[in-house]
């Protein structure tokens, strides 16, 4: 089965949210399709999105720091030990490549066994703070003579796309229907570089604060080499990612969504400057945009439509999206009644074989679920679709008539599945903050739709 889909989430400065937002629309997306094997890469040295997957074990140890010191499930392979980590992987790959007698599969952690509050079907390459430093010999090797280098002529290419050739390795076995998240580091680096060669499609969470021509210049002269903000670009072109890219036929991901984090005072006016110089790229390179053939974008409006999702403050920073990061568990999930299968069931369909991880604490699956409700999907035959009316309604509703709705939020179907929130019962959050957590996860569910659109 062909890899169903790659998306990296990437912002070419830090602030702009990417880790929370990976953390939770791999979450639902697993959620919404427990046949696919949904893979995270975690590309940071900060590795937050791989503690917010993992948490910590039964003496309060976290798990990313035994697995990145070998202290926990190691690697071995002939004389030599590999961290089942991001870097464990590209140390393998930068020093023998990838050997056919090693199944990729054998550094991935299905996180479920170490996290009984997530899916089964979600699995993790986790990083590691030594990916920085495996970063300055991956640079070094990248650029080695074909005399000296043990991938010839093609050593940039190779080690460009070890990653991709990971997932390649991963989605051509039997039967899988994969699924790729990477969330990329916020620099231009040589570990940047490989995780954007390894998607097909880009996802690039910006906020109104880091929006400014400037930056999307410089976004669009590093990865696709047009809209260049000075003529320091165009004379050293030559060491840049997209000329060296080309040059070694890498295929470069395209903009599938912008996802705008708006202030609470912003208006439709700001910043209006800046969408239209977008807009202007998008007519002069369709290319770099994940673009269906049909479609004839003629107005920034239609481009908006097409390509933006407007995330507000309000929605993406309240406490209960945090909490549900900071104790390692999913914003909503389905609940199920007692004769349901729930996703987590040992007995559910998993379609990526488990490769030695260690157990998990069983205690992690015995938390309190506070409810909390939810309306429908949005249609997954519109990248952009509608929001559902029904919570959207409840906001402009009037001070009484939210209390008089408050059971909506202890009755429906829906349940905040969370390990240590700061109090037991979700009652101690306001009414605005779990109407927001709601809508936050109704764009979590938007942006998913929208990954099923080629």
């Known amino acids: ?5 790659s998306y990296a989430i990437w912002n070419n400065r830090g602030g702009s949210g990417k880790t929370t937002l990976t953390y939770h629309l791999a979450n639902k997306f697993a959620l919404k399709n427990p046949d696919k094997t949904i893979l995270l890469i975690d590309m940071c040295p900060q590795t937050d999105l791989s503690h917010a997957l993992l948490g910590n074990d039964e003496h309060n140890q976290d798990h990313v720091s035994q697995i990145g010191t070998m202290k926990k499930d190691a690697m071995v392979f002939g004389e030599q030990k590999f961290a089942k980590t991001v870097s464990g992987y590209l140390d393998l790959y930068s020093s023998q490549g990838l050997p056919n007698n090693v199944d990729p599969r054998t550094f991935l952690l299905n996180v479920s066994k170490f996290n009984a509050q997530l899916p089964r079907n ?3 390459l986790c990083g590691d703070a030594s990916i920085e430093l495996i970063a300055r010999s991956l640079e070094q090797k990248r650029n080695q003579t074909a005399s000296v280098s043990q991938f ?7 080690i460009t796309t070890s990653l991709k050739q990971f997932i390649g390795k991963i989605a051509a076995r039997k039967g899988i229907k994969l699924v790729v998240f990477i969330d990329v580091h916020s620099s231009c680096s040589i570990i940047s570089e ?3 060669a390894a998607c097909d499609k880009l996802l690039l969470p910006i906020t109104d604060e880091h929006m400014h021509r400037n930056g999307f210049e410089y976004m669009f002269a590093l990865l696709y080499g047009f809209s260049q903000p000075s003529n320091v670009y165009y004379y050293y072109r030559h060491f840049s ?3 060296r890219a080309k040059e070694h036929d890498v295929r470069l991901p395209k903009i599938h969504l912008i996802l705008k984090k708006s202030n609470r005072n912003a208006t439709n006016k700001d910043n209006q400057k800046e969408w239209e110089f977008i807009f202007e790229v998008y007519k002069k390179h369709p290319q770099a945009f994940n673009v269906a053939k049909e479609l004839d974008l003629k107005t920034l409006d239609e481009f908006k439509r097409e390509f933006v999702i407007d995330i507000s403050e309000e929605t993406s920073a309240n406490q209960i999206v945090r909490q549900a990061v900071r104790s390692h568990s999913p914003l909503l999930t389905i609940k199920k009644n007692a004769n349901s299968n729930n996703n987590n069931n040992r007995n559910s369909s998993s379609n990526l074989a488990d490769v ?9 699956s015995k938390t309190k679920n506070p409810k ?4 429908a999907s949005p249609s997954p035959n519109n990248r952009n679709a509608s929001l559902p009316n029904v919570n959207a309604n409840c906001i402009h509703k009037s001070t009484d008539a939210l209390n008089e709705s408050s059971s909506l939020i202890k009755q429906d179907c829906l349940s905040l599945n969370s390990n240590n929130l700061l109090n037991d019962e979700l009652s101690v959050y306001t009414q605005n903050e779990q109407i927001n957590a709601i809508l936050y996860d109704e764009l979590l569910d938007k942006i998913a ?3 099923n659109r080629t």
């Open 241 to 243: 990612f997209y000329y």
């Open 449 to 451: 739709s929208s990954l």
């Open 356 to 364: 030695s991880t260690p157990s998990t604490n069983s205690s992690l």
């Open 122 to 124: 979600l699995y993790l």
């Open 194 to 196: 490989i995780a954007l």
């Open 1 to 5: 089965m062909p890899l169903e889909g």
């Open 372 to 375: 909390i409700v939810r309306s």
């Open 152 to 158: 010839g002529a093609q050593a940039w290419k190779s």
